[in-house]
């Protein structure tokens, strides 16, 4: 069953994973949004995230933080934050920020659930 939460669809694959299809854009108009849908999630005991990022065209440093607050939360739970189907624009930032080294990449939502479950 997939919920939307303003610009959020967030798709469950199993019960400790989801994918969260981030939609046009993460940045400082929606980033609390994200960071509260992403936390209910994780009340429901949520601890692997796949952030799908193919219609994706704008990630500000606001959005990118939301993600790292995400990160810090289900790290000590063995949780884990992974991104999936990179568009160009958000790759440039994952490039330039250094992400890379952070969050592990696939190419699509599909190989991200073989490789998170």
Known sequence: MEATTMNFTIEPVTSETV????GKALDFRNAADFKAAAQTQ??????SFILDFT???ILDSTGL????????QVSPMNGQVVFASVSRPVQVVVQLTRTYKVFRQFSTVEAARKAVN
């Open 19 to 22: 994918v969260i299809r981030i």
């Open 42 to 47: 994780v009340r429901a005991g949520i601890r």
């Open 55 to 57: 219609d994706t065209g």
């Open 65 to 72: 933080g939301s993600i790292f607050s995400l990160y810090r």
